[in-house]
């Protein structure tokens, strides 16, 4: 016999994490080996359990999943990221890819389509919900694109300096800077100055 799909399950609702952990333990060839609820505990089982799939939660109260799916990446790159969601906005669904996510699922979608989300990250495949798919490759009207300052400043918070420091270091006042943080933010659609610097350092590379 095969062994099983190891699967590690993040999710801040413990409801929700009962009712899916209940729907995969029926599939044989599946064995949820952990649960977690946060950052620490999704870490913590991480190293514990040594999962073949991570299916992970995007809206988690104490961390951006997509984040943290990058950093479980990071300590162990064989695990198979799949991101589970309520939310099928294409900004989300790259910015999960990018951070190294084989998958992207949505929380209202039929079993069989989350089972075969699993089977196919498991199998070294990528899995989008069709929902997801349709909007991300439908004729969707191009992100606004970042000036060549509002690129600027997200390379430097990228690498840690604060609006005064790059006021100082570009000529500008710090009112302008903060201008261009809000900007920013609206643009790439991210929630608050946390979401903003995160995104700036999983980015620094790019800028």
Do not use: C, W
């Not at 209940?22 to 359990?49: C, I, K, N, Y």
């Not at 490759?137 to 300052?149: A, D, E, M, N």
């Not at 690498?159 to 500008?172: E, F, N």
């Amino acid at each position: 016999m095969t062994a099983p799909i190891r699967i590690l399950l993040v999710d801040d609702h413990p409801m929700v994490r009962e009712g899916l952990v209940a729907r995969l333990q029926a599939v044989p060839r599946f064995e949820v080996v952990g649960e977690a609820g946060s950052r620490s505990e999704a870490l913590d089982q991480l190293a514990r359990t040594a999962p073949d799939v991570v299916l992970m939660d995007v809206g988690l109260k104490d961390v951006n999943g997509i984040a943290l799916g990058a950093e479980m990446l990071a300590a162990q790159p064989a695990i198979k990221l799949l991101m589970f969601s309520m939310y099928d906005n294409p900004e989300y669904v790259q910015r999960a890819l990018q951070a190294g996510a084989r998958g992207y699922v949505l929380k209202d979608a039929p079993a069989t389509e989350i089972v075969s989300a699993i089977d196919a990250v498991a199998a070294g495949g990528t899995f989008l919900s069709a929902a997801v798919s349709g909007r991300l490759f439908r004729g969707q009207s191009p992100k606004p694109v970042l000036t060549p300052r509002e690129s600027e400043i997200l390379a430097k918070l990228g690498q840690g300096a604060s609006s005064k420091q790059i006021a100082r270091d570009l000529d500008l006042s710090v009112r302008t800077v903060e201008a261009h943080r809000q900007s920013i933010k609206r643009k790439l659609e991210l929630e608050g100055q946390a979401e903003l610097i995160r995104y700036a350092v999983e980015h620094a590379r790019d800028q």
